[in-house]
Structure formats: structure tokens, C-alpha cells
């Protein structure tokens, strides 16, 4: 989050965004490298929070791989946000032809032409290419953005997914809107590593209780609609690709609460294989657990 006034946080953004438009792409790509750089050196905060849920996802990896992968985590992270503030200055066609969404497609195929379905994702990887991907493959996309302190701020940010054709919904009464959606045949895309808004509870992820939404869902109970799970990850130096985890459908003989418990331990357990394997495009930086600060 950048510091300072509400109405001079989106300063740092604009700047970002120009200096993407107008400079060499192997140019921004050096300037993202020494900011992630100089973060990681900078922040022993982040590097130790980083490093503390490595160890409760990779408890067998020694601590030297685990300083690795918490650097990697910092500039990830610094390229997801390069993306992010270039994606309206890329060719479209171009972009999309460096995403490989076989695997997504592969299960859409299963489902059917046209059929509604909730993505349920996390914050791994470039995950607003996402919203852009599957607006090229014909679906219309919607999820929930929680505001910024700064008006302008989350101006910009809606701005850039109104832009790839991703219809963000605000947090407060979002869920008639995206049970409309769905009722529409559409997409919705919601983030469940993180808790947020009123409708959540207490899982296991990663064996630690953790609050995580609801919202996918009662969505899915309500609508009878499949959630799928999935993270869109870097490929590379310029390829990205999408990575499912399954596909979980509400059952007629359950109950509601029913439901949500099997789905959401079905989505979780997904979602843990995935950042396993993904474990350095996490971008998860609030601990997992505490445990004693370690340098």
C-alpha cells in the first residue's frame, strides 16, 4: 500500500502507468527487478513474515530454499504489479496468445457451451490477467474489489479491470448482483484466501484456522452453480498460464450448510495444493500463524 494523504496515493500509480506506456518494455522490466530488489533488502518485516508461512507450507524445505522462494515472492509480486499497469497498452490478440488456458478450457468443455460457473482463486500470480483472459475466451466477468482508502485509488484500479472487461462489483451488496450474473449465464471471480466483508468462517488452510469467505459458496448452493478452482501463474519471462485445481458441484441431497462445509473444504484442500506448487507467486504477506520473529 502506498503511504501518505488519500488524495496523493494514486500519484505513485499514474506515474507508474505513464512510465509503462512510454518506456521500453525491457526497461520497465529492469526498473520492476531493482524496486522488488530494494524492497526485499529494505523491508525485514516482509522477509520474515514470507518466510514464516513458507515454513508452514514447505515444512521440509531447509531455511536457505526458504529464503529463496520468500525473494522470489518480492519480485513476483513487483512483475504482477508491472503487468497490472501495463495491461491497457498491450495488444490484445498479442497478449491472450501468450496465456495458455488449455487446462481451463479443457473443463469448460465438460460443463458445456455457455454455462455459468464461480472461479475460485487466490492471490497467486498475475491474477487480474486472469479477469482478461477469460473475457477473450467469450465469458463475461464479474467480481467483488474492495475499496481503497483512497477514492482515487480505487478509481484507477476499476478503471484498469473496466478496461479488460471485468465488472467489479463494491463488497457492500454485492451478492444480488452476482447471483443476477450468474442467473445471466456469466462468470464470477472471487479471491478466497482472505477473509473480507461479514460472510466468513473459520477453516483449516494449510492446518492452521483461518477465517475464509463464503460468498463462492452460497453462490454455488443458490444458483446450482459449479465452482471451479484455479490460479493463473508467470510460465516464464513473458508466458503465463493457467493451473486448475477442480471442479465441485452443489449436491441435491445435501442441505445448505451441508454444502458449504463440503465445498469449502473441497476448495481449500485445492487451493493448497496450488500454492504448494506455487509457492514463491503467493502473495500472501500477513502471517499464516504467528511464531517467534526469526532473522
Request: charged share 25%.
Given at each position: 500500500?502506498?503511504?501518505?494523504?488519500?488524495?496523493?496515493?494514486?500519484?505513485?500509480?499514474?506515474?507508474?502507468?505513464?512510465?509503462?506506456?512510454?518506456?521500453?518494455?525491457?526497461?520497465?522490466?529492469?526498473?520492476?527487478?531493482?524496486?522488488?530488489?530494494?524492497?526485499w533488502?529494505?523491508?525485514?518485516?516482509?522477509?520474515?513474515?514470507?518466510?514464516?508461512?513458507?515454513?508452514?507450507?514447505?515444512?521440509?524445505?531447509?531455511?536457505?530454499?526458504?529464503?529463496?522462494?520468500?525473494?522470489?515472492?518480492?519480485?513476483?509480486?513487483?512483475?504482477?504489479?508491472?503487468?497490472?499497469?501495463?495491461?491497457?497498452?498491450?495488444?490484445?490478440?498479442?497478449?491472450?496468445?501468450?496465456?495458455?488456458?488449455?487446462?481451463?478450457?479443457?473443463?469448460?468443455?465438460?460443463?458445456?457451451p455457455?454455462?455459468?460457473?464461480?472461479?475460485?482463486?487466490?492471490?497467486?500470480?498475475?491474477?487480474?490477467?486472469?479477469?482478461?483472459?477469460?473475457?477473450?475466451?467469450?465469458y463475461?466477468?464479474?467480481?467483488?474489489?474492495?475499496?481503497?482508502?483512497?477514492a482515487?485509488?480505487?478509481?484507477?484500479?476499476?478503471?484498469?479491470?473496466?478496461?479488460?472487461?471485468?465488472?467489479?462489483?463494491?463488497?457492500?451488496?454485492?451478492?444480488?448482483?452476482?447471483?443476477?450474473?450468474?442467473?445471466?449465464?456469466e462468470?464470477?471471480?472471487?479471491?478466497?484466501?482472505?477473509?473480507?466483508?461479514?460472510?466468513?468462517?473459520?477453516?483449516?488452510?494449510?492446518?492452521?484456522?483461518?477465517?475464509?469467505?463464503?460468498?463462492h459458496?452460497?453462490?454455488?448452493?443458490?444458483?446450482?452453480?459449479?465452482?471451479?478452482?484455479?490460479?493463473?501463474?508467470?510460465?516464464?519471462?513473458?508466458?503465463?498460464?493457467?493451473?486448475?485445481?477442480?471442479?465441485?458441484?452443489?449436491?441435491?441431497?445435501e442441505?445448505?450448510?451441508?454444502?458449504?462445509?463440503?465445498?469449502?473444504?473441497?476448495?481449500?484442500?485445492?487451493?493448497?495444493?496450488?500454492?504448494?506448487?506455487?509457492?514463491?507467486?503467493?502473495?500472501?504477506?500477513?502471517?499464516i500463524?504467528?511464531?517467534?520473529?526469526?532473522?
Amino acid at each position: 500500500m502506498v503511504a501518505g494523504p488519500p488524495m496523493l496515493q494514486a500519484i505513485p500509480y499514474h506515474l507508474g502507468a505513464f512510465f509503462a506506456r512510454f518506456t521500453p518494455d525491457w526497461f520497465c522490466r529492469a526498473i520492476t527487478w531493482t524496486l522488488g530488489e530494494v524492497n526485499w533488502r529494505l523491508r525485514p518485516r516482509t522477509r520474515r513474515t514470507v518466510r514464516e508461512n513458507l515454513r508452514v507450507i514447505h515444512p521440509e524445505w531447509s531455511e536457505a530454499e526458504r529464503r529463496r522462494a520468500a525473494r522470489q515472492v518480492v519480485h513476483n509480486f513487483a512483475r504482477s504489479i508491472l503487468l497490472f499497469l501495463q495491461l491497457p497498452f498491450f495488444d490484445p490478440d498479442e497478449l491472450f496468445a501468450r496465456i495458455d488456458m488449455s487446462e481451463l478450457r479443457a473443463e469448460l468443455e465438460k460443463l458445456g457451451p455457455k454455462r455459468s460457473f464461480i472461479m475460485a482463486s487466490a492471490h497467486v500470480g498475475p491474477w487480474e490477467l486472469g479477469g482478461f483472459a477469460l473475457t477473450r475466451m467469450g465469458y463475461t466477468m464479474n467480481t467483488v474489489a474492495l475499496d481503497h482508502p483512497s477514492a482515487q485509488v480505487t478509481s484507477f484500479y476499476s478503471k484498469r479491470r473496466a478496461y479488460v472487461g471485468v465488472r467489479a462489483h463494491a463488497l457492500s451488496g454485492s451478492f444480488p448482483a452476482l447471483k443476477e450474473a450468474i442467473d445471466r449465464s456469466e462468470v464470477v471471480a472471487l479471491m478466497i484466501d482472505r477473509a473480507y466483508g461479514k460472510a466468513k468462517k473459520r477453516f483449516a488452510m494449510f492446518g492452521v484456522p483461518t477465517e475464509v469467505p463464503l460468498g463462492h459458496l452460497v453462490l454455488s448452493a443458490r444458483c446450482r452453480a459449479p465452482v471451479l478452482t484455479g490460479v493463473l501463474v508467470f510460465d516464464g519471462p513473458r508466458r503465463f498460464r493457467y493451473v486448475h485445481g477442480g471442479t465441485h458441484f452443489p449436491e441435491d441431497h445435501e442441505d445448505e450448510f451441508e454444502k458449504l462445509e463440503r465445498l469449502q473444504e473441497e476448495c481449500l484442500r485445492d487451493l493448497e495444493r496450488l500454492i504448494r506448487a506455487h509457492s514463491e507467486q503467493w502473495f500472501h504477506f500477513m502471517p499464516i500463524v504467528r511464531t517467534e520473529a526469526s532473522t
